[in-house]
């Protein structure tokens, strides 16, 4: 479904302004508000059917979400680009509901090409949809690294992250500290090649894509639990191949599966192990997988094309 | 005149209802709303010259100390004159839910013999960090007042309250019958604070320290008890991270006999543990240390003997970082268990599965959502006596939806445990059809909190808004008392909940509604409306105006980030004087907005000791 383009930031703030009488005297406010922080004036507002609320609220970002954001900019978008999120989200649920349903969450905004595709409608993530717009113009607001950030800072009894929305979902400090520090902890633990249970999080970045993902290894058993789930999660790009191909119980991946990969699609998976090297998913057992894998790259498969031929010899002589 | 005697042997429910029923006769007739001296001792006062009223005072106070619930007790004192008086010289527990409802002068003046004293402070959303610091909730004025009129005060239970280890040493060191401490959520002192308690407070009981915002400089307070002290019945240092010392604690433990809760923190060791459980067979109640130890097959074996001989435990928590390992030497103890909190343990849906298998007799159940689905389709099947069931995230802002649970598991939940009440149940997806289909299985529902972790998320197989769901819960849930709210909301959901939720007590919204006309039903429609917490809605200066004859029923109303300006505030403010209408602005907004909105009814006027950003209109 395609942006709709009459909901742009700035012409739904005049008719949100002008739909609601009391808030007449924030347009005035809102040019004002612009100098003080350009902020407003940036991708932030694509795809962010604004309200009378941003502009009433357009230095509230400061406050709202902690006390640093005027030093920390990166942050601090990304805070103004939730808070709008918020206000964004209360004027549009009424319009939301009068578009087709397929719409979802509204906030979806510029990279929304890239998110109605993403699995089911509704995994509008904060995340993705805080590197959608940003991503384009500011270029570094990376939800990947922002969630690295706030397990870093959450070491002592910090504050919620910043880079979340303030208060939400709403636990309790004590909870959120206290399992922030153990998730760290063991991100630590596996990272490092110690057994672990429960979470073994690597970055996943897809040439082209505007930001990165990170998921749990751990919680897959296999290849085409993998591939199925990465699938789903960058499925506007074509890698279904392994979802369709990978037959259950094999660890490895049979050659015709890397064929119809290179063939069929233009991307290619590929971890980075312990070694630093870069290697084609899919080669070792499941296991040896897990415990080598630092981080995943879906690749252009032309980039990849020195690679497979060797892989597929390896295939063939396993097999 | 008529005299009634009453045994003392009376049942308690005879006697309530007795009052009941005294109570109503006497509202409705005016000749009984006569004034009289109130300062009568009950030792001393002649009989009652009501001729309705047949017993003297004396018995009319022993009457009246039956009764516990600060609730009756307010209806009683309403009755008139005399039993205003009667209760007044009978009460020994206070309950203050608000404590800038009340001054400590009005409290001292009302009751004289307090005993034992609740107090909570600051909005529920300060949890939530939606709170500034320095807001206030200070105990300290209390404390001054407490001691000159209050010196045999035993009990203090605090919650959201805001103490610094100065008062906890005036505390410590002005009630010398003082027994029991509760700290739930507070914040502003350290453990230094805790040692004066611990040095002073000889006849301590309880100490109870949960989830505050503390500073923990070390565990050397727990070695600040006497020898002289065994008195001790309730430990809970769970939430402290600083290491005590093992010895001070052992020997602690040993010579209090009658220690029923010992909850310790995750500087205890598991075969430290098995020390403890071994000289406390008699806990009811145990907080685990770290499960994360190498055990060898031996101190394995007593660990698991150990639990076994805790013939009286009810209630485990605890489970600190991962714990999969020793998980199975709980087995022996999980039969009689009532209460299991493993809301800080990652375990998975096979490890939930086998503990839940031997829990048959579990009441509440808190969990994380690592155990999934499928561990919650094991506590479908394994507790069907499940009454209460709480659903953490362990990764909140993980936006993956593979992990975590979803509509399935509360399903499996609903289908096996009929009993079900209270709920808590953090997810990234959920269904109307499925909440409608759980509300079918489980119409008890008094507590019903769904958190759905994305703000405004749709139902995800229908993309329509969660409207019907939660319309379905107030229409088939008619004892609800409490409701959060989550997801794609609009009026039509607030619409429901003023039509048909008339027990409704306490509501909470955030990233919901419409327009104003939400807010309004519900204010028009929820007769029992207590607490109203609003984050981030679509409610304006008519929502709010709305209420204007409503707040004086209610304790609180919170709105923040909604549309409200400081002119209805105003307006609000002048024409409820009794209502404290308290504005936050955040930093740089417009003058005219109100940003964060906290409104309560009061009889103690204005704060005297509110900061500079809070403004009280």
């Given at each position: 479904m395609s942006f709709p383009e009459e909901h742009d930031y700035i012409g739904l703030t005049d008719s949100s302004s002008m739909e609601n009488p009391s808030s007449s005297s924030i347009v005035s406010t809102e040019s004002e508000k612009n100098s003080v922080l350009n902020l407003k004036e940036t991708e932030l507002r694509l795809g962010l059917p604004g309200s009378d609320f941003h502009e009433k609220k357009a230095g509230t970002g400061v406050s709202l979400f902690g006390k640093d954001l005027k030093d920390e900019v990166n942050n601090g978008f990304s805070q103004i680009l939730l808070k709008n999120f918020v206000s964004g989200a209360k004027r549009v649920f009424s319009d939301a509901i009068d578009e087709s349903g397929k719409w979802g969450f509204p906030l979806k905004g510029g990279s929304e090409v890239d998110m109605e595709n993403c699995g089911s409608e509704n995994t509008n993530t904060l995340q993705c949809s805080l590197a959608g717009p940003s991503g384009k113009e500011i270029g570094n607001s990376n939800p990947a690294k922002l969630v690295e950030d706030k397990k870093n800072e959450n070491n002592s009894t910090a504050p919620a992250s910043k880079a979340q929305l303030l208060g939400w979902p709403p636990i309790q400090s004590f909870r959120k500290n206290t399992l922030a520090t153990t998730n760290l902890s063991k991100n630590n633990d596996d990272v490092e090649g110690k057994s672990g249970l429960g979470c073994l999080y690597v970055k996943v970045s897809m040439d082209g894509a505007p930001y990165l993902r990170k998921i749990n290894l751990k919680t897959y058993c296999s290849y085409a639990e993998l591939s199925s789930f990465l699938g789903k999660m960058f499925s506007c790009f074509t890698i279904g191949q392994y979802a369709s191909h990978g037959l259950p119980g094999q660890e490895h991946l049979r050659e015709n599966c890397l064929k119809n990969l290179l063939h069929g699609s233009e991307y290619v998976l590929t971890y980075e192990d312990k070694d630093g090297d870069w290697m084609l998913v899919g080669d070792v057992p499941w296991e040896m997988f897990t415990d080598s894998c630092k981080r995943l790259r879906i690749m252009k498969g032309s980039d990849a094309t020195g690679l497979a031929p060797r892989a597929m010899q390896k295939c063939r002589n396993q097999s | 005149m008529q005299v009634v005697w009453l045994r003392s042997s009376l049942a308690l429910r005879d006697l309530q209802a007795f009052i009941q029923h005294t109570v109503v006769y006497c509202k409705m007739d005016p000749k009984l709303q006569k004034t009289k001296n109130s300062s009568s001792n009950s030792a001393n006062s002649p009989d009652s010259t009501h001729s309705l009223f047949p017993f003297p005072d004396e018995v009319l106070e022993r009457v009246l100390s039956f009764l516990h619930s600060h609730k009756d007790r307010s209806s009683v004192s309403l009755v008139c004159k005399d039993w205003y008086d009667a209760e007044r010289w009978t009460r020994t527990k206070l309950f203050i839910g608000n404590c800038y409802s009340v001054s400590p002068e009005i409290v001292a003046r009302r009751f004289p013999r307090i005993k034992s004293v609740t107090l909570k402070g600051k909005p529920r959303f300060s949890d939530f960090n939606l709170v500034p610091q320095h807001w206030g909730a200070d105990v300290h004025s209390w404390l001054v007042v407490f001691a000159k009129?209050?010196?045999?005060?035993?009990e203090l239970r605090l919650k959201r309250m805001t103490l610094n280890d100065e008062s906890l040493k005036f505390l410590a060191t002005s009630f010398p019958g003082f027994k029991a401490l509760s700290l739930l959520s507070c914040e502003g002192f350290s453990t230094d604070g805790l040692k004066a308690i611990a040095t002073h407070c000889k006849n301590l009981t309880e100490l109870d320290i949960q989830e505050n915002g503390m500073d923990d400089l070390g565990g050397g307070w727990l070695s600040c008890f006497s020898e002289n002290c065994s008195s001790l019945e309730v430990l809970n240092f769970?939430?402290?991270?600083s290491e005590v010392s093992f010895d001070a604690l052992e020997k602690l433990v040993r010579r209090c006999k009658s220690l029923r809760i010992l909850k310790v923190n995750k500087s205890i060791t598991l075969d430290q543990l098995q020390q403890l459980l071994v000289l406390a067979p008699q806990l009811i109640e145990l907080g685990t240390g770290s499960f994360q130890q190498e055990l060898t097959p031996l101190q394995y074996e007593g660990l698991g003997i150990a639990f076994s001989n805790c013939k009286n435990l009810q209630t485990l928590s605890g489970f600190w970082?991962?714990?999969?390992?020793?998980?199975?030497?709980l087995y022996s103890a999980c039969p009689s268990l009532t209460f299991l909190n493993l809301s800080y343990a990652t375990l998975r849906s096979g490890e939930l599965a086998k503990i839940v298998a031997h829990s048959p007799n579990i009441r509440r159940l808190w969990v994380l959502d690592t155990v999934g689905d499928k561990g919650l389709e094991a506590v479908g099947s394994s507790c069907p006596f499940l009454e209460e069931l709480r659903v953490f995230p362990a990764d909140p802002f993980e936006q993956d939806l593979h992990h975590g649970v979803t509509e399935a598991g509360f399903l499996a939940v609903s289908r096996g445990c009929r009993k079900l009440h209270y709920v808590l149940y953090f997810c990234r997806q959920m269904t109307n059809a499925a909440v409608a289909t759980i509300v079918q299985n489980c119409p008890d529902f008094t507590h019903f909190r769904l958190c759905i972790m994305n703000p405004g998320e749709r139902d995800y197989l229908t993309n329509e808004p969660m409207d019907e769901a939660f319309g379905a819960v107030v229409k088939t849930c008619t004892n609800l008392r409490r409701l959060a709210l989550s997801g794609l909301l609009t009026d039509l959901t607030f619409e429901y909940i003023g039509k048909y939720a008339k027990n409704l007590e306490a509501l909470s919204v955030a990233f919901a509604g419409s327009s104003d006309r939400g807010m309004q039903c519900v204010l028009q429609g929820c007769p029992k409306l207590r607490k109203l917490e609003i984050r981030d809605c679509p409610f304006g200066n008519a929502a709010l105006l709305s209420g204007i004859e409503k707040y004086e029923t209610m304790r609180s109303l919170w709105m923040s980030a909604?549309?409200?300006?400081m002119s209805a505030c105003k307006l609000l403010a002048k024409e409820m004087p009794r209502l404290n209408v308290e504005v936050m602005r955040d930093e740089g907004s417009d003058e005219s907005q109100a940003d964060k909105v906290y409104i309560y009814r009061t009889v103690a006027g204005s704060r005297r000791d509110a900061p500079p950003f809070v403004v009280t209109l």
């Open positions: - | 009129v209050y010196p045999f005060l035993e769970a939430s402290l991270n970082e991962d714990t999969s390992l020793h998980l199975p030497v909604c549309n409200v300006t």
